[in-house]
T-cell receptor, first 113, second 115 residues
Framework: DGGITQSPKYLFRKEGQNVTLSCEQN?????MYWYRQDPGQGLRLIYY???????QKGDIAEGYSVSREKKESFPLTVTSAQKNPTAFYLC????????????FGPGTRLTVT | AQKVTQAQTEISVVEKEDVTLDCVYE???????LFWYKQPPSGELVFLIR??????QNEISGRYSWNFQKSTSSFNFTITASQVVDSAVYFC????????????FGTGTSLTVIP
């Protein structure tokens, strides 16, 4: 089945540690996105990538980093510089070239203590 | 600047009632797209509908219908004869056509359907 995989579903880390969230898609989509969702808030864009080896900052990129070495993979690293990393993280993908709906993964809930 | 407002934070209805979720947006673009997504308790967002700014026809899909009014910058979503499975958070989103598919989401409306 085609879709987006995010692992793990729940992740726990100690403050001061970097952590990498996985996102893989087999939809052959060119574009991939990372969003952060906090309680009572909408989704906020962290980073997005239209093609391999290229990515752009979204609205809240500080404290995060990404890479796009393969079309199907777009991992997100939450660094120790991110002041408030506990949140629900959603990865999405879409075809590039026009305005298509984005397809979302199941999300990773990160808790940093 | 782009902005999407969903003023209703939480709504509760009794099963079989109709319910309308409001969405108001702001943009200076003449061409844009609007979306609705459903987020059930599992967390994954499910796409419901896409509408471009030139298509103001209302749409009906089963118990779901959408009313797009460009004059009031609104894109409201109605669920007819609500069911318990409709309980979820619903997000409205705006996408500009010239920014690499960047979405602007509202804060969501949490709908609870009481049996």
């Amino acid at each position: 089945d085609g879709g987006i995989t995010q692992s793990p579903k729940y992740l726990f880390r100690k403050e001061g540690q970097n952590v990498t969230l996985s996102c893989e898609q087999n939809l052959n989509h060119d574009a991939m996105y990372w969003y952060r969702q906090d309680p009572g808030q909408g989704l906020r864009l962290i980073y997005y990538s239209q093609i391999v080896n290229d990515f752009q900052k979204g609205d809240i990129a500080e404290g995060y980093s990404v890479s796009r070495e393969k079309k199907e993979s777009f991992p997100l690293t939450v660094t120790s510089a991110q002041k408030n990393p506990t949140a629900f993280y959603l990865c999405a993908s879409s075809p590039a070239g026009t305005t298509y709906e984005q397809y979302f993964g199941p999300g990773t809930r990160l808790t940093v203590t | 600047a782009q902005k999407v407002t969903q003023a209703q934070t939480e709504i509760s209805v009794v099963e079989k009632e109709d319910v309308t979720l409001d969405c108001v947006y702001e943009t200076r673009d003449t061409t844009y797209y609007l979306f609705w997504y459903k987020q059930p308790p599992s967390g994954e967002l499910v796409f419901l509908i896409r509408r471009n700014s030139f298509d103001e026809q209302n749409e009906i899909s089963g118990r779901y219908s959408w009313n797009f009014q460009k004059s009031t910058s609104s894109f409201n979503f109605t669920i007819t004869a609500s069911q318990v499975v409709d309980s979820a958070v619903y997000f409205c989103a705006l996408c500009r056509t010239n920014t690499g598919n960047q979405f602007y989401f509202g804060t969501g409306t949490s709908l609870t359907v009481i049996p």
